[in-house]
């Protein structure tokens, strides 16, 4: 079975700018979750989507969106960019992220904001 | 709110031998599960290790054991027989009913396995 695939692998913006990431979850996984991953904050929780639907959300500002399609791909999106914004994101997925079930991680978009 | 706590941000252990690293957590949430995750310097988050907050036993994944003590909420993370390539960060994890299942991360804590 493929694991979450995240594309693309690397980017680099200039402030201002608008940036799109894409991940592929497992074969079967409904539920997708995105982190931001930085040195001084650590893994911070962005959202999670379930069914195409919104279900959680982290505490980011309204620049950070994202959406889920029918086939449970999911795409996040930060427009105005800013040098705080360079992480890297992680996708991750499980079946219906009920409490015991285990995310497995996509190998991330590392961004970095110039 | 949930808390996960990693009091050590970096340890050394020799090659062979076992090591331990800590985690607790804060919940007022009756039923959680507990995670452990491995993320080498490539940047991957690899899932170790799963405990549910009413397991009677503790968990285990060939190597990888959790030292799980729900009265002290503590979750700690057991790895034997440490090979070079356990040489990486180790995330603990938890999510709860109450908040969603919303994944709440420890800060880490870096483990170099010494030859």
């Known amino acids: 079975k493929a694991g979450v695939t995240q594309t693309p692998r690397y980017l680099i913006k200039t402030r201002g700018q608008q940036v799109t990431l894409s991940c592929s979850p497992i074969s079967g996984h409904r539920s997708v979750s995105w982190y931001q991953q930085t040195p001084g904050q650590g893994l911070q929780f962005l959202f999670e989507?379930?069914?195409?639907?919104?279900?959680n959300k982290g505490n980011f500002p309204g620049r950070f969106s994202g959406r889920q399609f029918s086939n449970s791909r999911s795409e996040m999106n930060v427009s105005t960019l800013e040098l705080g914004d360079s992480a890297l994101y992680l996708c991750a997925s499980s079946l219906t992220g009920d409490r015991y079930n285990e995310q497995f991680f996509g190998p991330g978009t590392r961004l970095t904001v110039l | 709110a949930q808390k996960i706590t990693q009091t050590q941000p970096g340890m050394f252990v020799q090659e062979k031998e076992a090591v331990t690293l800590d985690c607790t957590y804060d919940?007022?949430?009756?039923?959680?599960?507990l995670f452990w995750y491995k993320q080498p310097s490539s940047g991957e988050m690899i899932f170790l290790i799963y405990?549910?907050?009413?397991?009677?036993q503790n968990a285990t994944e060939g190597r990888y054991s959790l030292n799980f003590q729900k009265a002290r909420k503590s979750a700690n993370l057991v790895i034997s027989a440490s090979q070079l390539g356990d040489s990486a960060m180790y995330f603990c994890?938890?999510?709860?009913?109450?908040?969603?299942?919303?994944?709440?991360f420890g800060t880490g804590t870096s483990l170099t396995v010494i030859p």
């Open positions: 989507y379930f069914s195409e639907t919104q279900r």
């Open positions: 919940t007022s949430d009756p039923s959680y599960g």
């Open positions: 994890a938890m999510r709860g009913r109450n908040t969603g299942n919303q994944f709440y």
């Open positions: 405990q549910g907050s009413y397991d009677q």
